[in-house]
């Protein structure tokens, strides 16, 4: 299970290495653009041939959750399919003193009584529209602090154009593809009105809890199912993936249709061995003693176990990806197979002298860039990232401050994240209703504030500023007591009232998020000039140079927007054990032990004698997916949903840097068992025929 952590999400200059795209792709490997599957691969592997009817359909009936998720709609009235850990943050903030839905389910027993989630958006992909000569041209000869505003004042424009006079409707992304190899536009319709339809207890999506995360086999329904809605109505969609009831079976070729967050398979050495010497390592410690800390919180009280049970779930998770990651950067295979791909394309670049006089030196580009990220690396994750002062009160504080300055500057000059047509979403995160929880944001901003003067040192200037004279405890305990900003009527205020009202402002998070802008804007400035413009242009020119010398045959890097994928259903040897790809409602009752985390919920045991034990419940297939494609709808060559991806098996943690067919494998709840439990276990007839049907 994979998702972006929220205030927890690191920028991507940081954390992630920039890839390259590789060369070829082989056997059931790629994440392809829609706008460019690998139609004779699928031809040649499979004896299919996609439709222009069946692209469409399918790129039309796929969607993304804004806060890091894929999604799908599933019936022409809006139902929209996704996985119960991807609406973890809806379920608690709708939850109270009298429902844990979260732990319990959800389930509204008819339209009417849907509830709106607070904070959640989701995305359909409208158009992809190809501006790689517009953005080279804009780009063309410039260099650090020059390249980056070119850069911002170029996507600015486009996006601009894109989204016209509507941008509470439309989102444009321009996008980098290939890593300056191709530039794109991506153009999505928004949706702000989504509602919880139906998700089970958390014991039946998480069934087998941390043992069985990344594991196989599987008995987890991880499934949640929401419904946008325009104008107060539930929305009519003319794409979307009807279910088939059956589900899949063993071999056949399956989609994936989803929206990967990053890949790292083309990156260079050096930045592979930057991501294992530092951010791994200082990540692993992070994540590990905050989960610490919010365990003990959540022991404390029922409500404390309430308000961070979805936040300890996410954590968790992270710090099982992370610590796939250490043998993976370690392994000596990997590591040589890069070192003899780098040498082969710096030998071909070398032995030209018009191709030395276009490409240049790459690599010592970039090794430049990775001198300065080693500078900053630490001041910068703890301010500019949030390490050092977390929690949504902080974040909230932040962007208020940060928004300010940003509008004050013309559409071109901004950050990207402040230019026009993204304000929209950052007002609509300003308003959202979601309760935040005093006693939770103290402890995550104490233990934050401590992290903060335990890495840059008691003596450095931005701690002094932060901290004064006041332990990290006491600091966190007087600015939420006296901070007004979970009031979203406050914060929209603010934003309203732009620099004067910032400035004016004597809330303490505004007074410290005022305090800490200038050194945190510095590094952010240093980051984007000195590390991220020479970086992208380095790995641009390796991409340019494996273009020229390989052509351009494969598939780019996961950058968060809809890719397709394909494979088949199919196990794997394990240690000469073969693995089956099928689970069963039996295997469920057998791996029972009443304990957690494999306890069941009441619905199932009582449901035990009407349930068709051989009905599947979870499968494997060879679909090449990464964090971010939790959520995403398994599909058939008819364009049915035959499935929901959640989780990779524990060989997958590798598919950051490669894919291996023999092994790696993603994990989904057959479409088979979510009918069944739906009708004979949870007795919701109704939204199973819409599944089926199609409609309400």
Same mark, same amino acid.
């Given at each position: 299970?994979?998702?972006?952590?929220?205030?927890?999400?690191? =920028?991507?200059?940081?954390?992630?290495?920039?890839?390259?795209?590789?060369?070829?792709?082989?056997?059931?490997?790629?994440? #392809?653009?829609?706008?460019?599957? =690998?139609?004779?691969?699928?031809?040649?592997?499979?004896?299919?041939?996609? @439709?222009?009817?069946?692209?469409?359909?399918?790129?039309?009936?796929?969607?993304?959750?804004? &806060?890091?998720?894929?999604?799908?709609?599933?019936?022409?009235?809006?139902?929209?399919?996704?996985?119960?850990?991807?609406?973890?943050?809806?379920?608690?903030?709708?939850?109270?003193?009298?429902?844990?839905?979260?732990?319990?389910?959800?389930?509204?027993?008819?339209?009417?009584?849907?509830?709106?989630?607070?904070?959640?958006?989701?995305?359909? !992909?409208?158009?992809?529209?190809?501006?790689?000569?517009?953005?080279? $041209?804009?780009?063309?000869?410039?260099?650090?602090?020059?390249?980056?505003?070119?850069?911002?004042?170029?996507?600015?424009?486009?996006?601009?154009?894109?989204?016209?006079?509507?941008?509470?409707?439309?989102?444009?992304?321009?996008?980098?593809?290939?890593?300056?190899?191709?530039?794109?536009?991506?153009?999505?319709?928004?949706?702000?009105?989504?509602?919880?339809?139906?998700?089970?207890?958390?014991?039946?999506?998480?069934?087998?809890?941390?043992?069985?995360?990344?594991?196989?086999?599987?008995?987890?329904?991880?499934?949640?199912?929401?419904?946008?809605? +325009?104008?107060?109505?539930?929305?009519?969609?003319?794409?979307?993936?009807?279910?088939?009831?059956?589900?899949?079976?063993? %071999?056949?070729?399956?989609?994936?249709?989803?929206?990967?967050?990053?890949?790292?398979?083309?990156?260079?050495?050096?930045?592979?061995?930057?991501?294992?010497?530092?951010?791994?390592?200082?990540?692993?410690?992070?994540?590990?003693? &905050?989960?610490?800390?919010?365990?003990?919180?959540?022991?404390?009280?029922?409500?404390?176990?309430?308000?961070?049970?979805?936040? *300890?779930?996410?954590?968790?998770?992270?710090?099982?990806?992370?610590?796939?990651?250490?043998?993976?950067?370690?392994?000596?295979?990997?590591?040589?197979?890069?070192?003899?791909?780098?040498?082969?394309?710096?030998?071909?670049?070398?032995?030209?002298?018009?191709?030395?006089?276009?490409?240049?030196?790459?690599?010592?580009?970039?090794?430049?860039? !990775?001198?300065?990220?080693?500078?900053?690396?630490?001041?910068?994750?703890? /301010?500019?990232?949030?390490?050092?002062?977390?929690?949504?009160?902080?974040?909230?504080?932040?962007?208020?401050?940060?928004?300010?300055?940003?509008?004050?500057?013309?559409?071109?000059?901004?950050?990207?994240?402040?230019?026009?047509?993204? &304000?929209?979403?950052?007002?609509?995160?300003?308003?959202?209703?979601?309760?935040?929880?005093?006693?939770?944001?103290?402890? +995550?901003?104490?233990?934050?504030?401590?992290?903060?003067?335990?890495?840059?040192?008691?003596?450095?200037?931005?701690?002094?500023?932060? /901290?004064?004279?006041?332990? =990290?405890?006491?600091?966190?305990?007087?600015?939420?007591?006296?901070?007004?900003?979970?009031?979203?009527?406050?914060?929209?205020?603010? #934003?309203?009232?732009?620099?004067?009202?910032?400035?004016?402002?004597?809330?303490?998070?505004?007074?410290?998020?005022?305090? *800490?802008?200038?050194?945190?804007? $510095? &590094?952010?400035?240093?980051?984007?000039?000195?590390?991220?413009?020479?970086?992208?242009?380095?790995?641009?020119?390796?991409?340019?140079?494996?273009?020229?010398?390989?052509?351009? @045959?494969?598939?780019?890097?996961?950058?968060?927007?809809?890719?397709?994928?394909?494979?088949?259903?199919?196990?794997?040897?394990?240690?000469?054990?073969?693995?089956?790809?099928?689970?069963?409602?039996?295997?469920?009752?057998?791996?029972?032990?009443? @304990?957690? =985390?494999?306890? /069941?919920?009441?619905?199932?045991?009582?449901?035990?004698?009407?349930?068709?034990?051989?009905?599947?419940?979870?499968?494997?297939?060879?679909?090449?997916? *990464?964090?971010?494609?939790?959520?995403?709808?398994?599909?058939?060559?008819?364009?049915?949903?035959? %499935?929901? *991806?959640?989780?990779?098996?524990?060989?997958?943690?590798? %598919?950051?840097?490669?894919?291996?067919?023999?092994?790696?494998?993603?994990?989904?709840?057959? @479409?088979?068992?979510? !009918? +069944?439990?739906?009708?004979?276990?949870?007795?919701?007839?109704? !939204?199973?025929?819409?599944?089926?049907?199609?409609?309400?």
């Amino acid at each position: 299970m994979a998702k972006i952590l929220r205030h927890m999400f690191v =920028p991507m200059a940081l954390l992630a290495c920039v890839p390259l795209g590789t060369p070829y792709a082989h056997a059931d490997e790629g994440m #392809w653009t829609m706008d460019n599957l =690998p139609v004779k691969q699928m031809q040649d592997r499979y004896h299919f041939t996609p @439709s222009k009817e069946w692209i469409d359909r399918v790129t039309k009936a796929s969607a993304r959750l804004a &806060l890091g998720c894929s999604a799908s709609f599933v019936s022409a009235d809006g139902l929209v399919m996704t996985n119960h850990h991807c609406a973890n943050e809806c379920l608690q903030q709708l939850s109270d003193k009298t429902h844990n839905y979260f732990q319990d389910g959800y389930s509204a027993k008819n339209p009417a009584a849907e509830q709106r989630c607070p904070a959640m958006e989701l995305n359909q !992909l409208d158009s992809i529209t190809d501006v790689t000569d517009r953005m080279q $041209a804009a780009l063309k000869g410039k260099e650090g602090e020059a390249y980056t505003k070119a850069r911002q004042a170029e996507e600015s424009a486009i996006e601009k154009e894109c989204a016209g006079a509507d941008a509470k409707t439309w989102r444009c992304d321009v996008i980098s593809l290939y890593h300056g190899g191709r530039t794109a536009l991506y153009r999505y319709r928004r949706y702000q009105d989504v509602r919880m339809v139906m998700a089970p207890d958390q014991n039946t999506a998480f069934f087998g809890g941390d043992p069985d995360n990344f594991n196989f086999p599987r008995y987890d329904l991880d499934m949640a199912f929401l419904r946008v809605y +325009e104008n107060g109505k539930p929305a009519k969609v003319a794409a979307y993936l009807p279910f088939d009831a059956e589900g899949p079976k063993d %071999g056949e070729l399956v989609f994936t249709s989803g929206n990967p967050g990053s890949t790292e398979r083309e990156v260079p050495l050096a930045d592979l061995e930057f991501s294992r010497n530092v951010t791994v390592p200082f990540v692993i410690d992070n994540y590990s003693a &905050l989960d610490g800390a919010l365990w003990q919180y959540s022991r404390e009280s029922v409500a404390h176990h309430q308000e961070a049970q979805e936040r *300890i779930f996410g954590i968790e998770n992270s710090l099982k990806v992370y610590r796939g990651r250490v043998p993976v950067l370690a392994d000596p295979k990997l590591l040589d197979a890069k070192a003899k791909s780098e040498a082969s394309l710096r030998d071909w670049i070398n032995a030209d002298e018009g191709r030395k006089k276009t490409y240049g030196d790459p690599w010592a580009k970039n090794a430049q860039a !990775l001198a300065v990220k080693q500078q900053i690396f630490k001041p910068y994750i703890m /301010l500019e990232g949030s390490f050092g002062l977390q929690g949504d009160l902080f974040s909230y504080a932040k962007l208020l401050v940060r928004g300010a300055y940003e509008r004050q500057k013309p559409d071109a000059e901004r950050l990207t994240a402040f230019h026009d047509g993204r &304000l929209p979403a950052l007002e609509a995160e300003l308003g959202s209703i979601a309760p935040v929880y005093p006693d939770l944001e103290k402890t +995550e901003l104490a233990f934050s504030l401590t992290k903060l003067r335990q890495v840059l040192g008691a003596d450095d200037e931005s701690v002094k500023q932060v /901290l004064g004279k006041a332990a =990290p405890d006491d600091l966190a305990v007087s600015l939420v007591n006296g901070s007004k900003l979970a009031d979203p009527k406050v914060r929209l205020a603010l #934003w309203k009232g732009g620099a004067k009202a910032i400035e004016a402002s004597q809330d303490p998070m505004i007074v410290l998020a005022r305090k *800490i802008e200038p050194q945190a804007r $510095a &590094l952010r400035k240093r980051m984007d000039d000195e590390v991220a413009a020479p970086s992208r242009q380095a790995t641009e020119a390796m991409a340019k140079a494996r273009f020229a010398r390989d052509g351009v @045959s494969s598939y780019p890097d996961a950058t968060f927007t809809q890719r397709l994928s394909f494979g088949q259903v199919k196990g794997w040897d394990e240690n000469g054990k073969q693995v089956a790809p099928f689970t069963t409602f039996a295997g469920l009752y057998d791996r029972a032990t009443g @304990s957690d =985390p494999f306890k /069941l919920s009441k619905p199932w045991l009582d449901a035990k004698g009407r349930v068709n034990l051989n009905t599947p419940f979870d499968f494997v297939s060879t679909n090449d997916i *990464i964090g971010g494609n939790s959520g995403s709808p398994v599909i058939d060559a008819q364009g049915h949903a035959v %499935g929901l *991806i959640f989780d990779g098996n524990i060989h997958s943690l590798g %598919g950051d840097f490669y894919y291996d067919e023999s092994t790696n494998r993603a994990v989904a709840v057959d @479409s088979a068992a979510i !009918l +069944e439990s739906l009708k004979s276990v949870y007795k919701n007839q109704a !939204l199973a025929d819409e599944l089926v049907k199609g409609h309400l």
